[in-house]
């Protein structure tokens, strides 16, 4: 809805279109044109596939907003978090980003305008015990986001990572106190910063963090 309300119109993805219904009803009601796209980003069939849909029914995306990640469940010692974790892992939160970014910056490129926003994360610069395949994917992110960044700025074409500390979200598991927690909302307000900044200025690296794990959010 953030990015809505600067007159932008909006592809939404989820891993099936019943995901997004109530978010594309909520945006069409206020006049904001929707394309829903499903794919499974662990498929990179699906990925491309998706890619192809989308591109096939617009000139062009203007902004790229890749906030699409899973977590395994923590664990001790990364010898026990199984092959196929990692695998997946890597297939969502690195290929899939990866694949996205082939399909939908060179049009950027060519129009000489363009934003690509990545969301990282705090664990993209730090570790953990138990974070080996989280944070191994997310420096990954780190990384390519600027040498991504210094490649594509002088078509036009901004990239900028968001780094959120916790966030309330499915990625933690049942029954963890999250009343202290970042909303999405906070993110995507980030989001919006970032990418309607004035057209010389580059916001590369935001990190957002709640304000402490001892103050739970005004309201809970």
């Known amino acids: 809805m953030g990015l809505a309300s600067y007159g932008c119109n909006v592809v939404l993805h989820s891993r099936d279109t019943r995901g997004t219904d109530s978010l594309a009803a909520d945006l069409r009601a206020t006049g904001v044109q929707v394309i829903q796209v499903a794919a499974e980003l662990s498929d990179i ?4 596939a998706m890619l192809a849909q989308v591109l096939g029914h617009t000139p062009g995306i203007d902004i790229v907003y890749n906030n699409a990640a899973i977590m395994t469940p923590y664990r001790s010692d990364w010898q026990y978090i199984p092959v196929e974790d990692f695998e997946r892992s890597f297939a969502v939160n690195v290929i899939a980003l990866i694949h996205i970014c082939h399909g939908l910056i060179p049009g950027m490129v060519a129009r000489g305008r363009g934003h690509v926003c990545i969301i990282g994360s705090t664990a993209g610069r730090n570790t953990f015990v138990g974070g080996t395949c989280y944070t ?3 420096h990954f992110v780190m990384g390519f986001a ?3 960044m210094l ?3 002088d078509a036009g074409v901004g990239v900028s990572v968001i780094t959120p500390g916790s966030v309330a979200t499915e990625l933690f598991p049942a029954g963890t106190n999250t009343t ?3 909303e999405p909302d906070n993110v995507a307000a980030a989001v919006a910063f970032a990418v309607t900044t ?3 200025m580059l916001v590369h690296r935001l990190e957002v963090r709640p304000l402490s794990p001892k103050r739970p959010r005004s309201g809970t």
């Open 136 to 138: 191994g994917t997310k």
């Open 151 to 153: 490649e594509v700025r």
């Open 180 to 182: 202290w927690m970042l």
């Open 45 to 48: 069939a699906q990925v491309d």
């Open 146 to 148: 600027e040498s991504l």
């Open 198 to 200: 004035p057209q010389h």
